[in-house]
């Protein structure tokens, strides 16, 4: 279960580094947790997440795939799934990111030049969004940049502020490193401890730690926020667990954050099941869809070795391999291939044929996963419960899938989305066992 630790309610200003107009005096609640509204209903909990274009870092980061999903939509599914918010935001001025956001179900506010500077805070942001949305009472700030975030966390911090009358809360992390002092030249020549005593240095179990916000998300109430603080009025911090605790700003290693997301993140409500049948499309996934026609009419086709080796791993770990194209491929051709993986070939209904196969082998559709790139393969990966494809598939496709591969059809696509079906089945594995 994941811990919840909750500080004393205090009027105590903001941390170093987040936006400050000065104290706020003690703040009076009401029905809908505003000042002077006295409307008797619920109040509005609204979900904003700040995804600006111009990242300095890494061009466009907030939909940069990670673990075959765009950065944002890890929290997007997280906010969408919690079922605690009225309504979930993305803030953002650049048209990719809005049509990412809208993929995953949230509203757009397109944010205004004024508040997409540079120099522009987080809190300038939320107080534009707020004069556009005089409905919203709480708003839950989360980051775009923290994709291990899970639903339950944002529904136990939900109910700390509707039932148990914070004002803000904000999240943490527990930490068990020791803080020494600069050494400043001309100013300090030593180092000073500033957490611990080195004569008596405690052993880490004999050590509560220290807690650290880590950025994941900040709520308040709009009153609070109008006053200039994310942070202020009956404050508590949550803590999350520290598996759960990544920031892409600060991890700038992708690949070991991808790992971290796929052994702790959050993949949707239904519970991932064994995959069983693993079905490919031929044409732009096995190959990358290119025909090479002999002299003497022959088609001829080109496949990467990796994928060749991708499919003799599914098989060897028990799952059913097929091939399947809506073309009248050469069977002769394919089967020079050597792959040994049953096919059908001049398919006008993909979705049909899987569904016999599926039936066939006596399997849930989430027991299914499915590689597809064209329109023709869309219903199919709707479908399974394991959906990918290459990066070069078209935008049908994309949007209906929940794993976009880095590598392109018959270049290494399908090994690719192999391994990532092998770290889930252990994610699966490792959850049974817990």
């Known amino acids: 279960m994941d811990s919840v630790e909750k500080g004393a309610a205090t009027s105590v200003s903001n941390p170093r580094g987040r936006p400050s107009r000065g104290r706020p005096p003690k703040l009076q609640r009401n029905s809908r947790g505003g000042q002077g509204r006295g409307v008797e209903k619920p ?77 522009s805070t987080s809190l300038d942001a ?32 939900a109910e700390m502020i509707r039932e148990e009358g914070y004002d803000s809360v904000f999240s943490v992390v527990r930490r068990h490193q020791f803080r020494w002092g600069e050494i400043q030249k001309g100013v300090r020549e030593m180092t000073e401890p500033l957490n611990l005593n080195p004569a008596k240095r405690p052993r880490r179990q004999d050590w509560d730690g220290e807690l650290y916000e880590n950025g994941s998300f900040y709520f308040a109430k709009r009153h609070l926020i109008e006053m200039g603080y994310l942070q202020g009025g009956k404050m508590a911090y949550y803590e999350m667990r520290a598996e759960h605790s990544v920031d892409i700003d600060v991890d700038i290693d992708w690949p070991i954050a991808e790992q971290r997301v796929l052994r702790y993140g959050y993949f949707g409500k239904e519970k991932l099941k064994e995959i069983k049948l693993f079905v490919c499309n031929i044409d732009g996934c096995l190959t990358n869809g290119h025909i090479y026609v002999s002299g003497d009419q022959k088609e001829i086709i080109s496949y990467d070795i990796k994928d060749a080796i991708g499919i003799s791993l599914l098989k060897k770990s028990g799952i059913e391999v097929r091939l399947i194209s809506e073309r009248a491929c050469s069977k002769q051709t394919l089967s020079s291939l050597k792959l040994d993986c049953k096919m059908e070939v001049n398919v006008p209904d993909k979705l049909a044929v899987v569904d016999e196969w599926r039936k066939e082998m006596g399997l849930c559709w989430k027991e ?20 990918g494809v290459p990066a070069d598939a078209c935008a049908a496709a994309q949007k209906a899938v929940g794993y976009i591969c880095k590598s392109s059809g018959g270049r290494g696509a399908l090994r690719e989305f192999a391994e990532h079906i092998f770290l889930l089945m252990e994610k699966i594995i490792n959850s049974c066992q817990k």
Request: proline share 4%; hydrophobic share 40%; with cysteine.
């Open 43 to 119: 109040p509005h909990m609204a979900a904003l997440i700040l995804a600006r274009g111009g990242s300095k870092g890494i061009p466009l980061k907030n939909i940069k795939h990670l673990a075959g999903v765009p950065l944002i939509g890890w929290v997007l599914r997280a906010a969408l799934d919690s079922g605690v918010f009225q309504s979930v935001w993305v803030s953002t001025d650049h048209d990719e990111i809005e049509n990412v956001a809208k993929q995953f179900g949230a509203q757009v506010h397109r944010r205004s030049s004024e508040a997409s500077k540079d120099s």
């Open 368 to 387: 299914v996963a499915y590689l597809g790139n064209e329109v023709s393969d869309e219903e199919c990966l709707k479908k399974v419960g394991l959906s």
């Open 126 to 157: 939320i107080i534009e969004f707020l004069n556009y949305h005089n409905e919203v009472d709480i708003v839950g700030n989360i980051q775009a940049t923290s994709p291990c975030l899970h639903p339950t966390d944002l529904q136990k911090v």
